[in-house]
């Protein structure tokens, strides 16, 4: 049995969202609208509920802060924060204080069954809006990865090779600094002209230059 209680400033609202809740077979629901901190730790000890639904603004004060203090007691229920409208500035704050769900829920046909299930198992649940404010703020924090340097496509022997024609070597030249035949050269040069689509040595050397090879 999931114990839900309900610590809503708006009598109406508590008896739409208790009424819902009634309906489910696993829930057991009590309402509480407190007037002081200390209705709600009688309430907490005395009902020991696995879930709150807690409004965003209790007592005068803020619902994350209260939250907060939940949160901080010996085993802690699950809380989760109700809202008319969707307040930006609460995600990242409540998500801080240990709230396990936040929904913005004005009018009614919210599916509050679902909501107590899901946070009572251990798990969270969380508005639309809200979902995507924690994802941007995550994003935004991410640290930054700087592309990717472009790859080569030669070896490491038709790189020596590359760099030597781009300073001016003939291929007599290369394959002596080598130690390797000519004929060899001419055919490094010749393939890499044709996997880097060039046409002349001379476009080969600004290659070189092009990419810092030399």
């Not at 069954?113 to 969270?124: I, L, M, N, S």
């Not at 020596?160 to 040069?189: F, M, Y």
Request: glycine letters at 10%.
């Amino acid at each position: 049995m999931i114990r839900v209680l309900l610590i809503l400033t708006c009598p109406e609202q508590s008896r739409r969202i208790g009424w819902q809740l009634a309906g489910a077979a696993d829930v057991e629901v009590r309402h509480r609208s407190p007037a002081t901190w200390s209705d709600i730790v009688t309430a907490l000890e005395e009902f020991a509920p696995s879930v709150v639904v807690l409004d965003r603004a209790v007592l005068g004060a803020e619902g994350v802060t209260i939250a907060g203090d939940i949160a901080r007691g010996g085993r802690p229920p699950a809380v989760v924060l109700r809202a008319d409208v969707y307040h930006p500035e609460d995600v990242v704050a409540a998500a801080k204080a240990g709230v396990r769900g936040y929904v913005v829920d004005g009018g009614g046909g919210y599916p509050w069954p679902a909501v107590v299930r899901a946070v009572a198992a251990g798990g969270g649940w969380l508005t639309p809006a809200a979902a995507g404010e924690l994802l941007e703020q995550f994003r935004d924090r991410a640290p930054h990865r700087p592309p990717d340097a472009p790859r080569i496509p030669l070896t490491d022997r038709e790189l020596s090779v590359l760099r030597l024609v781009a300073q001016g070597c003939s291929n007599r030249e290369v394959a002596a600094e080598l130690g390797l035949s000519q004929s060899t050269i001419k055919t490094h040069v010749s393939r890499m002209l044709a996997r880097l689509d060039l046409r002349s040595r001379t476009q080969l050397a600004a290659f070189a230059r092009d990419l810092g090879v030399v």
